[in-house]
């Protein structure tokens, strides 16, 4: 089975789960599991910051931040199909008791000028924008990358209105490796940012809220109020240590597979290869539902997120060979 629905449903290599299974642990909640330290230390010093708490989802690193940033009956601005508001069950209202308005950028990408116009000031009876928060690289815009002038402008207009910064860097990885932007340029940026070690990278649990030492502190209160405390989460940890240190140089070789897949699938007008920058393929399909049951019986698994749309993802449990057998499939089925 050839599956391209998700980056997320790798499994630990045989490295990894060595690593995993000689790590030494502790106590997290007590702050005393050294290989949780560890990471937590390591991604911080990755992106220029001073701490990290380690997370069992990038759902809960996300929520973190956001609470971080934006009071109850406060705003938060996103994009309109930003995970942060779409996939995460209505959270930062729920649990946070956060206000949200979105903006649609093209692809998901940033507009500072269309953002801009929608922050409220404090005063008077809107209510008051707090924060803004940016996907980097964007899901649903088809792993779209955020240009790094972009959000440099960004940065100088939160600074004007004085909002904070969140980054949604899930697949931030992927940023870095299709732009060569080191991951303390963007961390300079924001005042938050949340990574995932379970979707490229290849570990089979775990997030990171990354930020200063003090909100870092208050990061870990919220985490125990979320249910996120795990004990000997050093086992877990190990494994997100082993896929920094392993898994970040080689998301490259995920872009070309990407970039294969869709030049291969373009002719058959099953995408548009030219939106592809990262390891996520949109695809553009008819009725896609009978595409994908059909591919599914021939060994070849991919995503249907609506009546005529899909999504298709390379990782590291994909390899050419595994690349080759779903072209075949998918142009076979489309022809």
Not at 110 to 131: F, K, M, Q, S
Not at 207 to 217: E, K, V, Y
Not at 232 to 252: D, K, S, V
Not at 309 to 320: A, C, F, M, Q
């Amino acid at each position: 089975m050839v599956d391209l629905r998700s980056d997320t449903v790798t499994r630990p290599t045989p490295g990894m789960l060595a690593a995993m299974t000689a790590a030494d642990v502790g106590d997290d909640v007590y702050g005393e599991d050294p290989t949780v330290n560890a990471l937590e230390a390591e991604a911080a010093a990755l992106f220029g910051k001073e701490a990290a708490v380690f997370t069992p989802s990038g759902s809960m690193a996300n929520q973190i931040g956001v609470q971080l940033l934006v009071p109850p009956g406060e705003e938060l601005l996103c994009d309109v199909k930003s995970h942060v508001v779409n996939f995460e069950m209505g959270a930062a209202a729920a649990l946070g008791g956060v206000s949200s308005r979105t903006w649609a950028g093209p692809a998901g990408r940033i507009e500072p000028e269309r953002i801009e116009p929608l922050i409220n000031l404090p005063g008077g009876y809107a209510t008051t924008t707090r924060a803004l928060a940016v996907e980097n690289t964007h899901n649903m815009g088809g792993g779209t990358v955020q240009p790094i002038e972009r959000l440099r402008e960004l940065k100088a207009l939160a600074d004007a209105y004085d909002l904070g910064l969140h980054l949604d860097g899930a697949r931030i990885w992927n940023a870095h490796a299709a732009t060569g932007v080191p991951l303390a340029e963007y961390g300079r940026l924001f005042d938050t940012v949340s990574v995932c070690l379970s979707k490229g990278l290849g570990a089979p649990v775990g997030s990171l809220l990354i930020t200063d030492a003090d909100r870092a502190a208050k990061a870990r209160v919220i985490r125990k109020r979320l249910g996120g405390g795990m004990r000997q989460a050093g086992f877990l940890a190990a494994a997100g240590r082993y896929a920094l240190a392993n898994h970040i140089e080689r998301l490259g070789e995920d872009h070309a597979r990407a970039l294969h897949l869709a030049r291969a699938l373009e002719p058959f007008g099953l995408c548009d290869a030219s939106q592809v920058e990262t390891n996520i393929v949109l695809l553009r399909v008819p009725e896609i539902g009978r595409l994908a049951t059909a591919a599914a019986e021939q060994g070849v698994r991919i995503s249907v997120l609506g009546p005529d749309w899909g999504r298709i993802l390379t990782h590291l449990d994909v390899d050419d060979a595994a690349v080759e057998h779903a072209v075949k499939v998918l142009t076979e089925l489309a022809g």
